[in-house]
């Protein structure tokens, strides 16, 4: 990509996240009426042992550098509930995951040398009082002995910090996974399955993906 294009689209994209005008409220079936809690999943030995420097919401590109992750781009988002389906305000959401090549940030995560090292791997985002998070990041790749998936944690002040995974619905490899398969409550499994849709009239194939994350306790409790 043209350095000069690349900083024209960071410039677009902090525009879009400061203005909280997201394309991924457009997905449909984003919210069911019946709530449903999302289960927690293992947080895995993958959780970065050293944290990037930079740590915010745009995993794309890390600090100032011009040059994108190589993946398939992906607008994230969502909302943190609590039991009762009000939003949650406060919510650190943390999310983490493999790039393109099925490489995790974390020193054991996998082949060093093929790192994509302009991929940040890592990201925070804080919700304010409509509890919406949301992230730019990638579709997930596979790795051996996994489908496809994305690492949450949600940290609230004075509650256990939460951890699920999000995974790709019709992904052929959720059927296979281990960790996808433990959750039995077939409502459950719906709730951590995320349609990764095409972004009508996007020129460059981008994605939206939504991902409503209802917690089992209100914070007040």
Known sequence: MNPTTWISDRRQFLRFAASGAAVFYTVPGAFAEELTRTPAQTEGPFYPDKLPLDTDNDLLIVNDEITPAVGEVTHLGGRILDARGEPVRNALVEIWQVDSHGIYLHSDGGDRDTLDKNFQGFGRFLT??????????????????????????VKIKGKKSFTTQCYVKGEA??????????????????AVLVDFAPIEKSKTGELAARFEIVLGFTPEA
């Not at 409509?130 to 998936?149: C, E, N, Q």
């Open 173 to 190: 490899a959720n059927d296979r996974d281990f960790i996808f398969k433990s959750i039995r409550d077939p409502k459950a499994r719906d």
């Open 128 to 153: 304010g009082s409509t509890g919406d998070y949301y992230f730019r990041t990638i579709k997930p790749a596979l790795y051996p002995g996994r489908t496809r998936h994305i690492h949450f944690t």
